[in-house]
């Protein structure tokens, strides 16, 4: 009883003082043009669901780069396969990379990563550190989700609806690709995805296949994992390694699951999940919390889920942050350390 008393209150006074220190920098950054401006160009990767722009209507990251880009950062968006496994989606985001590099002229990038873009922001900075500045993980994805392990158990034991799953969630997949493949959220556009398989993202999302991945790319892990802290019905909130390879590593993330009634996924999707997740998790409505951290834990209770974390569904959210703020926070953080 005393550690849930404690970690609630670490997380309201958390939530209370990013609050106050986002709303003072939202108004200092309104008088500066180059407050997000940093050395070497962001690079933002999405997660599973992955797009830029929807028909040139919809971001995936709703509302944040543009604001980005009004207070001088360079960003560029990519788009990797909706639904592939991370080592595909890391090649993916490598090729991305070489070609950001080529049209900007730039010796590094800063990748910004959300949920599933965690693990392919990861893969490059293993594997070419010498293209990667920094990685900044929101809400990352970095030992998967037990939804994903017991939807596909409840599934693999209903093969006709498996099917019927698996085929729906493909096309919708396939269709997203298709309808953000000229559209772009800035002047780069990622090449088009091939036909999209939902399973694929099951298994890539699970903790089995996480655990893998992490043995062979541990880079700015922390100590302690998922499973060290009760299986995320804990959470301590620890660092990792702030740099490995010359690239350093910071995260942020929350821990609500529900945050606004008239939010679509709210209404939709966090329920699903629900049905499929353990009740004793502190989680952010589609990943334990403890999966979050991946260098320096800038904050690790905001009071945000999965989805709020890219301003979406349209930028509805609890109203207790100013998602975007809190994009520009970390890019002055990237320009004042040199990144």
């Not at 990797?80 to 490598?94: P, Q």
Request: hydrophobic share 40%; net charge negative; charged share 20%.
């Amino acid at each position: 009883m005393l550690a849930k008393y404690l970690q609630s209150t670490m997380r309201c006074w958390s939530s209370l003082t990013t609050l106050v220190f986002g709303l003072f920098i939202s108004n200092l950054a309104l008088s500066s043009q180059d407050y997000a401006k940093t050395k070497h160009p962001i690079v933002m990767v999405p997660g599973a669901f992955a797009f830029d722009s929807v028909l040139g209507v919809v971001d995936y990251w709703y509302g944040i780069t543009e604001d980005l880009r009004a207070q001088g950062a360079e960003v560029y968006v990519t788009n990797l396969s909706s639904s592939a496994s991370n080592i595909v989606r890391g090649e993916e985001l490598m090729e991305d990379v070489r070609r950001i590099l080529a049209l900007t002229g730039a010796q590094k990038v800063n990748l910004v990563a959300h949920s599933q873009g965690g693990p392919a922001a990861r893969y490059v900075a293993s594997l070419r550190p010498d293209w990667v500045e920094s990685i900044s993980c929101v809400t990352c994805m970095n030992e998967g989700t037990e939804f994903a392990d017991n939807l596909y158990s409840f599934l693999n034991k209903r093969r006709p609806l498996k099917w019927l799953v698996n085929l729906t969630l493909s096309a919708v997949f396939s269709a997203l690709e298709v309808l953000s493949t000229q559209s772009k959220d800035g002047v780069y556009n990622s090449p088009q995805r091939p036909y999209q398989i939902a399973e694929d993202l099951v298994i890539a999302a699970g903790t089995q296949s996480l655990r893998e991945f992490n043995q062979r790319f541990p880079e700015a892990l922390p100590d302690e994992n998922c499973e060290m802290q009760a299986q995320g019905a804990v959470y301590n909130g620890k660092s990792g390694p702030s740099r490995v390879n010359q690239v350093s590593y910071y995260s942020w993330g929350g821990t609500d699951e529900f945050t606004n009634a008239v939010d679509p996924v709210d209404i939709l999707l966090v329920p699903t999940v629900r049905a499929f997740f353990p009740k004793s998790r502190i989680w952010d409505g589609l990943v334990r919390s403890c999966g979050h951290p991946l260098g320096t834990l800038t904050e690790g209770y905001y009071p945000i889920n999965h989805f709020d974390a890219i301003n979406q569904t349209l930028g509805l959210n609890s109203g207790a942050l100013d998602i975007p703020t809190l994009y520009l926070i970390q890019a002055n953080r990237l320009q004042r350390e040199g990144h």
